[in-house]
């Protein structure tokens, strides 16, 4: 369903806080976050660049400083949800998506 280029992905209902969720938007698994921290979704890659795997769904959430992250599962390197951007090594970052609550749906910029 698309609406002024904006993609629905799931309801808001499917999402736990600080639990992850996976979405295929335009071929491109994406890892969706509500943080309990904060009062906004993130949405990045769920491909982790340096186990080479689609796992960062299954991050853990936290922060470091002031930046809110996500530890991919395999090798633990902590990715800021705003930016991509990995902390440990400023080398690699995750793609990073626009998204929004509309009418109950979770949308991605298409």
Same mark, same amino acid.
């Not at 996976?22 to 491909?47: M, T």
């Not at 795997?53 to 470091?64: T, W």
């Given at each position: 369903?698309?609406?002024?280029?904006? %993609?629905?992905?799931?309801?808001?209902?499917?999402?736990?806080?600080?639990?992850?969720?996976?979405?295929?938007?335009?071929?491109?698994?994406?890892? =969706?976050?509500?943080?309990?921290?904060?009062?906004?979704?993130?949405?990045?890659?769920?491909?982790?660049?340096?186990?080479?795997?689609?796992?960062?769904?299954?991050? =853990?959430?936290?922060? %470091?400083?002031?930046?809110?992250?996500?530890?991919?599962?395999?090798?633990?390197?902590?990715?800021?949800?705003?930016?991509?951007?990995?902390?440990?090594?400023?080398?690699?970052?995750?793609?990073?998506?626009? =998204?929004? %609550?509309?009418?109950?749906?979770?949308?991605?910029?298409?």
């Amino acid at each position: 369903m698309t609406t002024n280029n904006w %993609i629905t992905v799931c309801n808001e209902s499917d999402l736990t806080a600080d639990t992850g969720l996976c979405a295929l938007h335009n071929g491109e698994q994406v890892a =969706i976050f509500k943080p309990a921290l904060a009062d906004e979704l993130y949405a990045v890659s769920n491909f982790d660049p340096f186990g080479k795997a689609n796992v960062m769904s299954r991050g =853990i959430l936290g922060s %470091i400083g002031e930046s809110l992250v996500v530890a991919s599962p395999l090798y633990k390197q902590h990715f800021d949800l705003k930016t991509g951007a990995c902390l440990e090594d400023d080398s690699e970052s995750l793609k990073t998506y626009q =998204i929004r %609550i509309e009418a109950g749906q979770v949308q991605l910029l298409a």
